[in-house]
């Protein structure tokens, strides 16, 4: 492998992540050549240009390069991806039940990777006709230009809000009887939350329905997504909603948090969405960063990462594989999403710390620099793609 074919022009969170993963692979001597799926016509002959059968590699997220895109598949040849018989390597950041139409029709040499352990199960179990090369969490990025100055921002979340009201249209489109099963599923999740999604659907509909096929249930749990959707965004709102009526200042960056239902609106400071780069400066200013996990309870956010990298003490709600890489106090205090009333208290008492807030990002960065950068990510990926190379000579 000498030469790899990476994306941009997609997902702005999702370009960035790919670019610093790059800065790695060339510093290790491999040639990058970016894609940009915003001149597919340019760049789809700049492509083959660069491409040397048996030395190119592809590395992407969430299908990107995958979805028959003009610039890399033509109706009657297929993807360039088998055309020069590329291994095509694909970082999943969403779960699985996400890409059920895509999970279908792919290049033969397909690499699925998982950022959550129990989302890699899951992978395994419903689509055997994949390899899953492994589980590679997110990881976090340090500020090149941060300088240490005064932190004026008390409590910082960076990401985009959707009203839980959004998912009504899903939960009420066919009948009564279906919006019934639908919100039993959903009152069970907020009320145990460290249960997936797929358990407790799965569970409800062997309850409603007996034993259910393979290739239904797998199906059912595409269609229930938007269940995830709202879970993840209720808490979202619940968290927010609990600190800003508590008096507490709260400072969001992101879309749709104008809508959010609460009291004490004084105490919350909308910003727009923004781009990663100013995210992190953003982190940079902020004494507290809050966390809540996009549903993942075995794995863990590039925004737990990027907090404490950017001297941000991070609350979070816990996962599995999260709660056993940082301890309690490594930069990071974690909360219970079924006990939110008792978050006001924790984030009053931290901002009253100041130097020994500072003093436990510390303990946290030497952790987070140890392991939890995209440099190791990067040197995990190439780790298993030459590997997988050597199995194939």
Known sequence: MKRIV???????????????????????????????????????????????????????????????EPGVYREREGYVWDEYRIPCYNIAAD????????????????????????????FKTYYPEYESLGFLPLAGTKHTGQTEGERTTEVLLTGNYTPPSFCEPYINGINEEYAKFYRGIIQELIKKPEQTVEAVAKRHCERELGKVAFDDLRLVFHRMIFIDLYVRNYFRGEVVKTLAEAGISVDVIGKGWEELECGGKENL???????????????????????????????????????????AFCLSDTSKYLCGELKEGEGV?????????ELPG??????????????LVAKGEKKVLEKHTWKQRAET????ILEKEKRRK
Not at 273 to 289: F, H, I, N, Y
Not at 346 to 359: D, G, P
Not at 381 to 384: F, Q
Request: net charge positive; with cysteine.
């Open 346 to 359: 924790k984030v009053t008492e931290l901002l009253q710390k100041n130097e020994q807030l500072q003093e």
């Open 381 to 384: 990926l190439e780790r298993w």
């Open 269 to 311: 400071h909308i910003h727009p969405q923004t781009d990663s780069e100013t995210c992190l400066k953003e982190l940079g200013k902020a004494k507290l960063s809050i966390n809540v996990m996009p549903w993942f309870k075995d794995g863990a956010h590039d925004r737990v990462f990027n907090s404490i990298l950017n001297g």
């Open 333 to 341: 205090s974690y909360y219970d999403l079924q006990h939110l009333e």
């Open 95 to 122: 779960h699985p039940y996400y890409y059920h139409d895509r999970l279908r029709d792919l290049p033969k040499r397909y690499y699925h990777i998982s950022i959550d352990r129990l989302q890699e199960e899951y």
């Open 6 to 68: 990476m994306f941009s022009g997609g997902v702005e969170t999702l370009t960035y992540f790919s670019k610093e993963m790059a800065k790695e692979f060339e510093k290790k001597g491999y040639a990058v050549f970016f894609y940009d799926l915003k001149s597919e016509k340019r760049d789809g002959r700049r492509l083959r240009k660069f491409i040397r059968t048996g030395n190119t590699v592809m590395i992407t997220f969430n299908f990107q390069g995958l979805e028959k």
